[in-house]
């Protein structure tokens, strides 16, 4: 079967990964399913301030992939294999990069494109790996992480779609599916806030400094070398920083007792509960002692929702 037309969007190619024509596809005054989560400040990887300075070309991003992006990647069609297996009725292509056809910075590349035997209607899929599966509901629905939901809704605007399915391989083993539906209100809000976006690139005013992780490291890398001066800054400035430092020895010292009590409480034991739900595991050296305390990540996210 011949691949999909798709008449809200063109394909513009598929490129490799990291390839130069891949990095051009994505570079400038465009936005990707990847950046709109980082642009609506929901993104674990990137904030707003790091995505404007790595289109703005000022700072770059780390080109080489981690381990859990390498291994998705590498699991990927292994994972588009087991949906075909699971959908006899639909035909899994292989597709690239697409630019939305009256938004031409609108840009997606959904990992398959869906095709019943039967015709109409297309829709995607979006091939997911997770460790613990945190974030993600009952299969099924379209409970999926609210960063993965924003890249599944702006692939579905790019293209012109009303619906994707996504796969999830959750510790190697445990298979889920999911579907996202297109809805107008949330992808007009995401358009909105992109295209506030790339008017700020094209402004040169970078977004706020926020306390994402990324956008501490992308404030470390920014040009500009060092000079032998001492710079004013504001007392607000200084005070907030000072604050901050206090609240980070509070938490430390707290965290150090809370942990503790936790290896105190867990004996020989290699891993804790409470009420059924798993709080940390213990690893330890060749003498049996305590390495370290690794807290479990369900848990930690269910304290801070």
Not at 1 to 29: D, H, K, Q, T, Y
Request: some cysteine.
């Amino acid at each position: 079967m011949n691949a999909p037309r798709i008449s809200a969007a063109r394909l513009l190619g598929v490129f490799e990964p990291g390839s130069r024509e891949w990095e051009e596809a994505r570079s400038g005054l465009v936005v990707t399913a990847t950046d709109v989560a980082a642009i609506v400040g929901l993104s674990p990887w990137a904030s707003p301030f790091s995505l404007w300075h790595h289109k703005a070309g000022t700072v770059r991003t780390d080109a080489a992939p981690n381990s859990a992006m390498s291994w998705g990647s590498r699991l990927e069609p292994v994972i588009a294999d087991a949906f075909a297996e699971a959908h006899p009725d639909l035909v899994v292509h292989a597709t690239g990069t697409w630019e939305n056809e009256r938004r031409l910075w609108q840009r997606a590349t959904p990992d398959r494109v869906l095709v019943p035997v039967d015709g109409d209607p297309v829709s995607l899929l979006e091939i997911k790996t997770s460790r613990y599966g945190e974030d993600f509901g009952e299969p099924g629905t379209d409970d999926v992480p609210v960063y993965y939901r924003c890249q599944v809704l702006w692939q579905l605007d790019t293209l012109g779609l009303e619906a994707a399915h996504v796969a999830v391989l959750i510790a190697g083993q445990d298979y889920r599916e999911y579907v996202v539906r297109y809805d107008e209100d949330e992808a007009a809000f995401l358009r909105e806030q992109a295209g506030m976006f790339l008017a700020s690139l094209e402004a040169g005013t970078p977004p706020p400094l926020d306390g994402h992780t990324a956008t501490y490291r992308t404030a470390q890398r920014l040009p500009g070398g060092v000079e032998e001066v001492v710079a004013d800054i504001s007392p607000a400035i200084a005070e907030a920083y000072r604050a901050a430092l206090l609240d980070h020895r509070r938490a430390e010292e707290a965290k150090r007792e809370a942990s503790a009590a936790v290896l105190a409480a867990m004996g020989s034991a290699k891993k804790c509960q409470a009420d059924g739900r798993p709080v940390a595991t213990r690893t330890v050296r060749e003498d049996g002692t305590t390495r370290s305390l690794i807290p479990h990540p369900t848990y930690v996210k269910a304290a801070t929702a």
